[in-house]
């Protein structure tokens, strides 16, 4: 029973990070400073991720990340590269789960939470960072004039202020994410 319950919160919280991508992609129509030309947008979207690497661990986190990976492709149809695929969509998405190294260092606890937000924001950053670099050089504006550069700061741009609007909306919603049973 204990699997059935797991799977059945990961598929809620899954379609609530989608659904929570739908509502900020609306909302940047609305303040086009959250949303980039190439995709990218502030968002709480990645929240959902984290409550279920923090509660299950790297393997179901990863697994979230890949499906929610999945679905955004699909909602967002934004391939500019077919290497997008793997960096912007599955492995960028994928290795959230991998923030679960936060829960090891410090255990389940706020601290724990909130490290698996900022490791999970880290590694999903560096595939969106290295997409920059490797397929969307050729798209990078004059005023730049160091890809390596334009990268981080392109990518900065949207994933530092979400992670920390997660940040703050994961402090507050901590204790009924530590519950036994979140639904």
């Known amino acids: 029973m204990r699997n059935t319950n797991a799977l059945s919160e990961i598929a809620i919280l899954v ?15 609305f303040l086009p400073f959250m ?26 986190g990863v697994y979230a990340g890949l499906s929610y990976g999945i679905l955004n ?10 290497g997008s695929l793997f960096l912007d969509y599955l492995f960028a998405f994928g290795v959230i789960g991998l923030g679960y190294v936060g829960v090891t260092l410090v255990g389940h606890n706020l601290k724990g939470f909130l490290l698996v937000i900022v490791f999970g924001s880290l590694f999903r950053f560096v595939f969106h960072y290295l997409s920059g670099v490797i397929l969307f050089a050729s798209y990078m504006p004059d005023t730049f004039n160091n890809v390596y550069f334009y990268s981080l700061v392109y990518n900065a741009w949207y994933i ?13 919603i901590f204790p009924r994410i530590d519950n036994e049973e979140l639904f």
Not at 24 to 29: H, I, K, M
Not at 39 to 58: A, D, E, K, Q, W
Not at 73 to 82: E, G, T, Y
């Open 15 to 29: 379609s609530l990070a989608v659904v929570l991508e739908v509502i900020f992609t609306g909302l940047s129509a």
């Open 35 to 60: 949303a980039l030309p190439f995709g990218g947008r502030v968002s709480l979207s990645m929240l959902p991720l984290f409550v279920i690497t923090y509660r299950h661990g790297i393997k179901y």
């Open 160 to 172: 530092v202020p979400s992670m920390i609007l997660i940040l703050f909306v994961g402090y507050f």
């Open 73 to 82: 492709l699909l909602l967002d149809a934004q391939l500019w590269h077919w």
